[in-house]
């Protein structure tokens, strides 16, 4: 049966390695810009986008464990650049919020990041740029609804 992979299983296979390489990057827990990881700048655009967000919803958008997000939030809040605060409808739940220092760094980091996706974008022949990224998010949603599948029926 391994022998007769599917030869569609075997590219995906390998686009999803080199995915996994290539986005290394973002994964890693060291500063990439402004002395900010990239999942602590998803943190920081998340709140940026609601105003305030519970720790609840960020679990959800970071998908990862409660204590990492945590383990994530919290040199966010040492460093000044988030504040928690007490939710108002629940005196357990905390929300949280950018403040002043956040919103600059914020910032900051996306003028980081608006430069090096413009150098990925220049790799990109003009005439296929919109193929592949109809063709990525395809992607990223079929692996998305897969999962989904794949964790409800083990």
Not at 5 to 30: A, H, K, P, W
Not at 120 to 130: A, C, E, F, G, L
């Amino acid at each position: 049966m391994l022998n007769k992979i599917d030869e569609n299983c075997g590219d995906l296979l390998e686009i999803f390695v080199g995915m996994s390489q290539v986005t290394r990057y973002c994964r890693q827990d060291i500063a990439f810009c402004e002395g900010v990881t990239f999942h602590q700048f998803m943190i920081l655009d998340a709140v940026a986008k609601k105003k305030e967000l519970s720790m609840a919803d960020l679990h959800v958008i970071l998908s990862v464990e409660k204590s990492t997000t945590t383990r994530l939030v919290t040199p966010l809040i040492q460093k000044g650049l988030l504040r928690r605060d007490r939710a108002e409808n629940d005196l357990r739940a905390v929300k949280l919020v950018l403040t002043s220092e956040g919103k600059n760094i914020h910032k900051k980091v996306w003028v980081c990041l608006l430069s090096f996706f413009n150098k990925v974008s220049r790799n990109i022949p003009k005439n296929q740029k919109d193929n592949v990224l109809k063709s990525i998010h395809i992607f990223i949603n079929a692996i998305k609804e897969a999962a989904a599948e794949y964790s409800c029926c083990k």
